[in-house]
């Protein structure tokens, strides 16, 4: 346990450094947003897009991630739908918001770290499949049921969905992975220069989003309906996981390294982009956002138990 804390403290320890450092207003209010979008925009990518130019051959199909994904987010986002309706009595247009938090997690600037950390650059691959899939899946499915829930049918879905299409079409995360699988597959090196400003590029990605991503939960209110902010949390931090935990090793037969990167991947707490869609439907906007900064806190718990319990179950944990 204690090599799991040693490698999960210094990743929330930059988170830490953020948030302190914007809390006590030692960096302008603007910095994490700032610092963010360079990330978001330039960083990231390039750590991605080498990633995905110069691993070897994947050890099974990425569809065969993406398909145990999807069926985890399918349950998972049935399951918090019913429970908004049935159980938390809100109304129908409250639960697209509340599904897309209980399965969209940091994934991006936590955890990529992360799971780099926890199962070295041989991850690399997963995770960058699993980004993409996060991308297009949740924002599709998300837009969908939130159209249906408001409009039923109509043609505003359609428009809707077809902004969605456009904007992940911009997307950088989303286009560093095709870009760089396309440049894999033409069997072209990266020249030497080229390359050696991709990796100081991606060097700098993973300190300078867990830093900002530190500053940005200073500006995350907590308030909101705590049975709502109950669901969330556990839905996301312990159910999620562990449904993806079981059906990668049990059901669609992952190796090792997927199944595991694919639980940790899970495990992350509720991404700013859950926020981000509940403003732009002003739907649960509180308790999505008291979400964010309360599991990224309780995350420091779940995310250590849950490497733990990986490594109890012999999975390649590198401690």
């Not at 990796?199 to 709502?228: C, D, N, W």
């Not at 090792?256 to 982009?273: D, E, H, Q, T």
Request: hydrophobic share 60%.
């Amino acid at each position: 346990m204690l090599a799991i804390i040693t490698l999960v403290a210094p990743v929330f320890g930059l988170i830490a450094i953020g948030w302190g450092a914007a809390r006590i207003r030692y960096v302008p209010e603007a910095a994490g947003p700032l610092l963010s979008e360079f990330a978001y925009k330039i960083l990231i990518p390039a750590l991605l897009f080498r990633a995905m130019a110069t691993m070897a051959p994947p050890a099974q199909s990425p569809w065969l991630l993406a398909g145990t994904y999807a069926t985890a987010v399918a349950l998972i986002w049935v399951t918090a739908t019913l429970a908004t309706l049935i159980l938390l009595r809100r109304p129908a247009a409250d639960a697209p918001a509340i599904a897309f938090a209980t399965t969209f997690g940091n994934g991006l600037m936590l955890g990529i770290p992360l799971i780099l950390s926890a199962f070295g650059p041989e991850a690399a691959t997963p995770v960058a499949i699993l980004v993409t899939c996060d991308t297009i899946m949740l924002w599709m499915l998300g837009t969908l049921h939130m159209e249906l829930a408001l409009r039923g049918f109509g043609g505003g879905s359609l428009a809707s969905t077809a902004r969605t299409v456009l904007d992940l079409v911009r997307n950088p995360i989303i286009a560093a992975v095709i870009i760089g699988t396309l440049w894999r597959w033409s069997g072209l090196a990266l020249p030497g220069i080229a390359d050696k400003l991709i990796v100081l590029l991606g060097g700098a990605a993973i300190p300078v989003s867990l830093t900002a991503l530190g500053m940005t939960l200073a500006r995350y209110e907590i308030k909101g309906q705590t049975p709502t902010l109950l669901l969330i949390t556990v839905l996301k931090l312990i159910a999620f996981p562990a449904v993806t935990l079981w059906l990668g090793m049990f059901v669609f037969g992952l190796t090792p390294l997927w199944a595991a990167a694919l639980a940790v991947f899970s495990s992350m707490p509720v991404g700013a982009n859950a926020f981000v869609f509940a403003a732009r439907y002003e739907r649960a906007v509180g308790s999505v956002s008291a979400a964010v900064a309360v599991s990224t806190i309780i995350a420091v718990l779940t995310v250590t138990a849950t490497l733990a319990i990986l490594q109890e179950m012999g999975l390649p944990v590198r401690v």
